[in-house]
């Protein structure tokens, strides 16, 4: 049994495909398609339930997963820890940022970060936050700038900003003598959203189901500066942090009647190794904080 069959296992387990398994660890489909069903012979059961057009596991596949889990994970803590010991001067953190928190709220972080720690090598994945909190449970990443969720057991959470969703819409809009918008206010109107795996587009989506409101999504991009030059041009709507719009030209933002705040913060996962790289990350996040008088960062 090899490590790298575990890892093929894994992946296939989780995106329930193999092509995009094969994708996602940059190999050939053939290649996990052989290692699986070495690891099956070797164990003499069958992990997969290939009956059905999406891969599923077996029941002794699933016990199997969990204790795949859990091995894989000692490991990558291990190799972190022992990198430690090495005490060398340099370290790798791997981050997930949103668009809207990529744009406007990272790089005020990352510039002071970086002349402080030049040493250290940060890899910025750009996601929503939804896509961000699942890839901090499956340890692909050591951070995530992200609205924080009202309940994340598994995540450690550091509050760094509140901002506030507002409508978008262009400066001679009807809609932009409103003091407040309600979801009635937008029902016909062409919206511009963000991307699934957007907590924000959770949102705002939920809030027109709820006011039984139909969408009319009518272009989705996960570039903010697209999406406000579209807003500007009269294209359509969109709904964004307070944070990001202001005085945009073109654009006047607006709060909802019902005022939405969210957090955003950094969040970690809770049992996962500490690697000293990703230690300095957030003793430096927790300095900024604690200089600000506010509290924000912004």
């Known amino acids: 049994m090899e490590l790298r069959q575990l890892e093929y296992f894994q992946m296939a387990s989780r995106l329930k495909n193999i092509t995009r398994a094969a994708e996602r660890l940059r190999v050939s489909q053939p290649n996990i398609t052989v290692a699986i069903k070495k690891l099956e012979s070797e164990l003499g059961i069958q992990l997969f339930d290939r009956s059905q057009k999406q891969l599923s596991l077996t029941p002794e596949g699933a016990v199997f997963l ?13 190799v972190l820890e022992v990198n430690d010991y090495k005490q060398l001067q340099k370290g790798t953190i791997k981050i997930g940022i949103p668009p809207m928190m990529g ?10 970060f970086q002349r402080r720690y030049s040493h250290l090598d940060v890899y910025l994945h750009e996601e929503g936050s939804v896509a961000i909190r699942e890839q901090l449970e499956r ?24 901002s506030q969703i507002v409508c978008c819409v262009q400066e001679d809009s009807p809609l932009a003598a409103r003091k407040a918008i309600t979801m009635q206010d937008i029902e016909d109107s062409s919206l511009i959203m963000l991307k699934e795996g957007s907590f924000l587009r959770q949102i705002m989506l939920q809030k027109m189901k709820t006011a039984d409101i139909t969408p009319n999504i009518v272009l989705e991009s996960n570039q903010v500066v697209t999406i406000m030059g579209l807003v500007a041009s009269g294209v359509g709507i969109a709904f964004l ?6 005085d945009v030209p073109g654009i006047r933002a607006i709060p909802l009647a019902t005022p939405t705040h969210v957090d955003v913060g950094l969040a970690w996962k809770r049992d996962r190794y500490i690697s000293r790289a990703a230690q300095s990350f957030i003793d430096f996040s927790k300095d900024i904080l604690s200089r600000s008088a506010e509290h924000s960062i912004l």
């Open 66 to 78: 969990g204790r795949v889990e859990v091995a894989l994970r000692s490991i990558q803590d291990a």
């Open 103 to 112: 744009a406007y709220l990272f790089p005020k972080i990352f510039s002071s």
């Open 139 to 162: 340890d692909e990443l050591d951070f995530g700038i992200i609205i924080i969720p009202e309940a994340a057991p598994n995540l450690r959470l550091l509050p760094m900003a509140r």
């Open 241 to 246: 942090l307070d944070m990001v719009v202001r």
